[in-house]
């Protein structure tokens, strides 16, 4: 059977774009004789589009924009995502559904059964889980049709204990009871560098387990703090993958499930450089989806904005991109020269204004308040508000999205201030790590120097006070990321980390900064998650508690 | 039977703090001969403790506080709410449980089947639904244990489709099984003025419909946005209740099964007073339980920081409030002179410090990029950002937390400055509509006047330009707020909004401002939770979607 896998990028609620959309590769699939084109999880109203399926209204919308696909579904079926009332007495309201279209018509509703409910996913905040089974007889096929974590059944509980399994249900062992002879599995399953390769391997045990050809569509594209890689796949039925869509870029194969093992095409990438095209695309649809196409960032001289005007570049063009150089009487004069060849290797426009007359005069509006108190946290919080202040004045005035350059090591441990260095609308390397900015830099450099040498070998320092150094008050990044890795990624217990041969004062340190700032953490800009626990929706800490 | 009702006020993950109280209860109620101490859903470690469940340490540590006041439980009995793990192969890790404590072990160990995941409520995150059934033998009576949600079978399901029941299964309706001869609830259910009424109306509903006495024991105390009202009672067999616990503060009391139509405790409060007490324990435990004592926050002149200031005095004392008087060129006179008199009445100390300064030198600074454009709201915006930067300096140099003074209806539609008068650690009336903001501020002048008149009569302005006033650019305070519920509360859609009898374009640009400023409320502060959908965790809508 001839099988268009149909990878595009979704923009929440935009019922018509999304609809046009798969309407015309829809059209695109036919005029190649595909007699079946296969769409993403919740391809109707873009994933996740969260309390908006608690409006009636958009309900509605997403079975207007069903039926409007259907009339384009004849000499052709279509699998598409969509979510679909619940019409049973009791129960959440909705289902998280794979509709079959054939004959211009809905012919069956197939629902998800298992509802990730853990770090950034709440699925059962809206869908009462899947309990009746059924297949779509379609073409001498019976398929077997799956959302997503449907085809998760081993998934294993997220946390430090032991292990056991998530679910107590298995979807495809229901299915099988019908005889199947392919399965489909829709998702919307976001990017995250160290499970991507996890998700290859979960599908191809499952064609080889039930011993099935399975195909697998991806959505692509980011919203919000999500970025969805695509990666779409064809697997023979015995876990051999024979077609692999292209990651991070709507793509629209088609496969022919009787000639699997013909030509292999292959999507092997290193993870900097899915982590790298990841955050392009993230920054990308941020402001394409919104309607806003240019940025501004402040570029202090230091890697982390460095890095941040690079991938801005590369996302929203060199014309786009707009940065403030903002020196202090405590800037060295190398901050200034090297973030100004920077902006010369990228061709972008800047202004350099200093922010030394507002802090003297910030200074001297609090001598009566401040009388007899010595300096301290408080005048280096000052001068990152100013900085603050102008970067939003020049956001607010010519309409420049404000991007965030803070990044995962220094968010962790509240090294940053709030209002100041942290403002934004956009966080872009919030979920890499100090040590993974330098990889990613370094990656960049390596076809040739965009980052100056300088910026990438100078010691970190906020430049805040006089010979300001990030080593100053922090561990070494490469000790202090082990750290944080251990302790936000994998949970494990203070002593456990200590155990792997850290110092305990050091340990305790960090830790202690980590659970002193989960204040700040909880009013910044939404984060691009590139790893499998970024800070924001997918970790949820109490802000009063006893840490 | 004797019962003591032992509502407390604990502290997300203080063992030592939480065991020492519940120790001490349990001590209490023995010495006045009661045989039975009932405890509130979660007390051992504080509700709700969110991914902090996810730590093994987290659990171990419950573990260990419940086989430590086991040892406490001889010649009485307890039932106190902790997480207990899931020993079953498959499933989440946990279940939300009751355990039910005699002769100094627990005896037997309930868990919850109704698990809400909808609004703030997350617990399909963490916990397995229970699925198996018992009853707790004790002293001749048969208690059917169940926990908050378990009694709410017939919750609706929150939106605006048809309306359904939300639960699959009835756990009392189990229970039943057993010839029960009382029942007891335990809950951590928070407060909200407009669902308070129904709480009793769903319990006592229970009461009648089982023919049992119903012992309800809530917590009490707010943990960041939550505030838990208390108000346990205890309910006869036909539907009344004979003792009711007063609402937010702690309460310890013996109730006599057998003699329950003796004393009535009633505790009627109107909703105002209610909200007026909330705000207070919810400001009060921020400060206390994060072991901060001082407060900061900028008085305008306005109503809103007028509450505010009346607020933080009544919950912290007026020797641990400060505020900053901060003019510029567009304040009037009357602002300073209103919030002069208003310190004066509450005997607070402040500083004032004018903003011109300041001003002036962000527009000189700015010259050079801003050439030739036109004054617009970037220049209100610098306002209210130095008022921030000068708020936090305070806030830095002194350790007073910054109460942040926005209302609802201004969160709602982005009338308020990102990192300028949106800044602060906690958001005291962000959950109060502006009309709610005049009630409440009229409630506190009902004995006489707190708040000068003159703020309570002034016409609302943000004082960012010459004679401005907030009705240059919305719609009446009380035709604002009506749209604003509809849409949010009650997730109205546009077109029935406007059939309730507004003007549709009004409607049209209330929501269109709702929508275009998420990303706003997404970098604020926690928001203290007065309603039944306040912004912040409860409501989680997608930055970037189409709206």
Redesign the interface.
Known sequence: MQIALCQLNF?????E?NTTKIISAIKQAKSKNAVLAVFSEFAVC?Y?????L????F?DKCEKAVNQISEHCHQIAAIIGTPV??T??????LFNSAVFIEKGKVKSIHCKSLLP??DVF?E??YFEPNKLWQIADYKNERIAITICEDLWVNQP?????TR?????CSPMDELLKFSPTLMINIASSPFSFNHSGSRKTVLCENAKKYKLPLIYVNQVG???ELIFDGGSMAINATGKVFSELPYFEESVRLIDTSTTSAEIQKNEMPAIEKIYKAIILGIH??FN??GFNKAVLGLSGGIDSALVLVLAVKALGKENVHALLMPSRYSSQHSVTDALMLTSNLGVTY?L??IE??FT??E???V???AG?AT???EE??QA??R???L???S??FGNILLNTSNKSEMAVGYGT??GDM?G?LSVIGDLYKTQVYQLANYINSHGEIIPRNIIIKAPSAELRPNQKDSDSLPKYDILDKILFAYIEQ?T?LEEIVELGFDKQVVEKVIRLVNANE?KR?????VLRISSKAFG?G?????????
Chains 1, 2 share one sequence.
């Open positions: 923009k929440i609620a935009d019922f774009g873009g996740p589009p969260l309390d908006m608690e409006n009636k209204d309900i009332i619940n049973n007495e009791s129960g959440k309201k409910s853990y709440d059962y905040r509980v997220e946390n430090s204990f056991q399994k998530l679910y107590t980011a919203n919000t649809d941020y989806k919104t202004d204004i200093s007359p507002a005069n910030f001297t509006s609090l009566p308040i401040f108190k301290d946290i408080t919080n000052i508000r100013i603050g202040t102008l939003m004045a020049y607010n005035k709030l209002y403002a609308g949970k217990p204040y909880f009013q910044t800009a939404p929706f970790r949820r800490m109490p802000l009063v508690a006893k840490y």
